[in-house]
């Protein structure tokens, strides 16, 4: 899931702005400067592939080993504008609209993170890959933990920041969850004052998947054998102590908490993200136990 942002740092004087404008906030020239490639609009690249009752649209940047991007709620590939170029220099870099967000329209009336998962799967069926690296941020996050659980063949290994496995306050903060409920309301509202209103159906869609999706047991996580890099900032919309439950839920796993960092690591830590996320995909994972604790 994706979210405003919360608080007020020295080095982030952005103002809290509601859910519904995160796609737009994602993409504003406060995170990153302009790039001279127009990435999720470009048109030299982009493609749709026409999969499970939809047309998703995909870019695809760089040569190499195969590595899959997925973007948070309300996102879209331009959500990833931090990443790209730096990962495109080692990766065949390919990054989608989740279904009903950015170009991939989706005229149905609900979504669900498996839903989303499994066409994602498709996507890569479509691309003829048979195994990818996965860095999914929020949403992406969640749908990255799904598409190992139900494709375990796809995934060689995956980042995640800030997903969440229950759509309750012990999964969200309770500000977060409120504002989603808040927001909820609010759209629920303008869809009953405006019938012909497809934009505001389509928003209502997607905010609303956060407050009845997903429903993952830390139990099903043990599924999940590849190694897992679990990431969240310390002042973060998914609670540490969730996010470190993630991480020990899973057999082969990593956790980093970012201090002095809110949900958007891939944006606020691009750094920090971008080189250890690039060094755990290209370092054998090490199960430290044991004397190894003391080193």
């Given at each position: 899931?994706?979210?405003?942002?919360?608080?007020?740092?020295?080095?982030?004087?952005?103002?809290?702005?509601?859910?519904?404008?995160?796609?737009?906030?994602?993409?504003?020239?406060?995170?990153?400067?302009?790039?001279?490639?127009?990435?999720?609009?470009?048109?030299?690249?982009?493609?749709?592939?026409?999969?499970?009752?939809?047309?998703?649209?995909?870019?695809?940047?760089?040569?190499?080993?195969?590595?899959?991007?997925?973007?948070?709620?309300?996102?879209?590939?331009?959500?990833?504008?931090?990443?790209?170029?730096?990962?495109?220099?080692?990766?065949?870099?390919?990054?989608?609209?989740s279904r009903a967000q950015g170009k991939s329209t989706d005229a149905a009336d609900s979504l669900s993170y498996e839903l989303m998962a499994d066409d994602y799967n498709a996507l890569l069926d479509h691309l003829k890959l048979r195994q990818?690296?996965?860095?999914?941020?929020?949403?992406?996050?969640?749908?990255?933990?799904?598409?190992?659980?139900?494709?375990?063949?796809?995934?060689?290994?995956?980042?995640?920041?800030?997903?969440?496995?229950?759509?309750?306050?012990?999964?969200?903060?309770?500000?977060?969850?409120?504002?989603?409920?808040?927001?909820?309301?609010?759209?629920?509202?303008?869809?009953?004052?405006?019938?012909?209103?497809?934009?505001?159906?389509?928003?209502?869609?997607?905010?609303?998947?956060?407050?009845?999706?997903?429903?993952?047991?830390?139990?099903?996580?043990?599924?999940?054998?590849?190694?897992?890099?679990?990431?969240?900032?310390?002042?973060?919309?998914?609670?540490?102590?969730?996010?470190?439950?993630?991480?020990?839920?899973?057999?082969?796993?990593?956790?980093?908490?970012?201090?002095?960092?809110?949900?958007?690591?891939?944006?606020?830590?691009?750094?920090?993200?971008?080189?250890?996320?690039?060094?755990?995909?290209?370092?054998?994972?090490?199960?430290?136990?044991?004397?190894?604790?003391?080193?």
């Open positions: 899931m994706t979210f405003g942002i919360f608080t007020k740092r020295k080095n982030m004087p952005v103002k809290y702005l509601p859910i519904i404008a995160i796609a737009l906030l994602l993409s504003s020239t406060t995170f990153a400067q302009t790039p001279a490639i127009k990435y999720g609009d470009n048109a030299s690249v982009g493609k749709y592939a026409d999969i499970r009752g939809f047309k998703m649209y995909y870019e695809i940047y760089g040569t190499g080993e195969p590595l899959l991007f997925i973007h948070p709620n309300g996102g879209s590939i331009k959500s990833f504008e931090n990443q790209i170029e730096f990962f495109s220099k080692k990766y065949q870099v390919i990054l989608a609209d990818v690296y996965v860095i999914g941020w929020s949403d992406g996050g969640i749908n990255g933990l799904l598409l190992a659980m139900r494709h375990p063949d796809k995934v060689k290994k995956l980042a995640a920041t800030g997903a969440n496995l229950s759509p309750d306050t012990t999964a969200l903060h309770p500000y977060v969850y409120n504002d989603i409920l808040q927001t909820d309301k609010r759209l629920l509202d303008s869809m009953k004052k405006s019938s012909n209103a497809p934009g505001v159906k389509n928003a209502y869609k997607i905010n609303h998947m956060m407050l009845v999706h997903p429903h993952i047991k830390p139990a099903q996580l043990h599924k999940i054998t590849v190694p897992v890099l679990i990431i969240g900032g310390d002042h973060e919309a998914i609670p540490v102590k969730h996010t470190a439950l993630i991480a020990e839920s899973l057999p082969n796993s990593y956790l980093w908490i970012i201090p002095a960092s809110g949900h958007s690591t891939p944006v606020y830590q691009k750094s920090w993200f971008n080189g250890l996320v690039e060094s755990f995909f290209t370092q054998p994972y090490v199960k430290i136990e044991g004397t190894g604790r003391y080193y």
